[in-house]
């Protein structure tokens, strides 16, 4: 009995067992071939719905071929995104470009002017520096041409003296000679004799003894003379060398006071600053009223205020030089920073452009090799048809042959 309740119970066991089986064999095919055809009749909408969106908007991704709608709407979205951001883009870019322009065509204009300021300020200092070497050549060569006169005058001087006693001594001769000439002539009076001269003087020397050492005194005096002239003009010159000096130490003493009074200095000079700036000629009213406090406080002399007003000046013009520079460095950089502003915008219009074309190229060669495949496949299945009709053709050819002999 409880053998055979055992066995009962395991034969109904294999029973259920098999059920279970043969249900879930049979459901699984059941839902394979739903699934199946479902996901089949899925695909075919999805690739339905992409083919008549690629008609729509001309945006063709032929690769994989099997993607869905919903891969292709997010893809052809941000294709376009991407385009509408690129023509935004162009747009800002060429609005942004044409005012950037504007503006930089200010800034360029102002860096040009203050080029050229600082140009002309060079000029003026060149100039200035030109026509100081000029004076100091032209004074050379003044100095060199006075030496020259003075020398020349030396010497016409010294020929018109000696001109002068060599006329004196030819006159002299011609005197003494005419009157050998009366006396050789004269019958009184025989050459050679104690009367060829006029009277003895007390040492017992004649006329003629008299004037022939007059006349070698005379040329001994010549030396004497000529050193003595030559001593007056070396004098003459170091008295008029001495009268420029004197001249020269009150033009500086003049100077050294109108340069204390007026705050000079003399790098002041040198520098083209003293003729264009017209705010260094003299201290504004400010300036004063500091300057009168700075003296009142500490009790400064003239000497010390004129030095204090000096310093003052200097530093007022170290502080303008430095603004000057600092304000040349700025527009180097602004400049700078300009052309490579101009340059990375350039670079995006032109790499936006080529972008958008390539994109725009993208999309005809992809509606092109789309029309190729579905040609491709149209051709190959007009291939078909033709073999097919072919075929059937040559089968009916046979058969019509086949029935012709039967008959015969």
Request: hydrophobic share 35%; proline share 1%; net charge negative.
């Amino acid at each position: 009995m409880a053998e055979a309740g055992t066995w009962a119970a395991i034969e109904q066991k294999h029973r259920d067992r098999s059920e279970s089986a043969t249900f879930e064999a049979v459901i699984f095919d059941f839902l394979n071939e739903f699934i199946t055809e479902v996901a089949s009749q899925e695909l075919k909408a999805g690739l339905s719905a992409k083919i008549r969106a690629q008609d729509e908007t001309g945006i063709v991704f032929s690769r994989p071929p099997h993607m869905q709608y919903a891969v292709y709407k997010i893809l052809s979205s941000w294709w376009m995104t991407k385009k509408n951001d690129l023509r935004m883009n162009l747009e800002k870019w060429g609005a942004r470009s044409a005012k950037d322009e504007m503006q930089w065509e200010a800034d360029r204009a102002a860096r040009n002017k203050l080029a050229r300021d600082v140009e002309q300020q060079e000029a003026l200092e060149a100039e200035k520096k030109r026509q100081q070497q000029m004076n100091r050549e032209m004074y050379a060569e003044e100095a060199f041409a006075k030496r020259f006169y003075r020398e020349e005058m030396k010497q016409c001087l010294k020929e018109r003296r000696e001109m002068r006693t060599c006329e004196s001594e030819m006159r002299q001769y011609m005197v003494d000679l005419k009157a050998w000439e009366l006396r050789q002539n004269s019958k009184y009076g025989q050459a050679g004799n104690a009367y060829d001269d006029d009277e003895v003087d007390h040492l017992g020397r004649t006329a003629m003894e008299r004037r022939r050492e007059q006349l070698k005194v005379n040329q001994a005096d010549k030396p004497r003379l000529r050193r003595e002239i030559g001593l007056m003009m070396v004098e003459d010159e170091r008295s008029e060398c001495m009268r420029a000096d004197e001249l020269k130490r009150i033009q500086q003493e003049i100077l050294k006071k109108d340069m204390l009074l007026y705050g000079g200095d003399d790098d002041d000079d040198e520098s083209i600053h003293s003729t264009y700036e017209s705010d260094d000629s003299g201290d504004d009213d400010d300036e004063k009223a500091a300057v009168k406090a700075i003296v009142e406080a500490q009790g400064l002399d003239e000497e010390e205020t004129a030095t204090l007003r000096k310093q003052r000046k200097k530093a007022r013009r170290s502080a303008k030089r430095k603004a000057k520079a600092d304000a040349l460095r700025q527009a180097a950089e602004d400049k700078a920073a300009e052309e490579l502003e101009r340059a990375r915008v350039k670079v995006l219009v032109r790499h936006a452009k080529q972008e958008l074309k390539w994109m725009e190229i993208e999309e005809e060669a992809k509606c092109a090799e789309r029309d190729l495949i579905i040609n491709t496949q149209n051709v190959r299945k007009a291939a078909l048809c033709c073999q097919e009709k072919g075929q059937e053709e040559l089968r009916r050819i046979t058969e019509a042959k086949k029935l012709k002999v039967l008959d015969m």
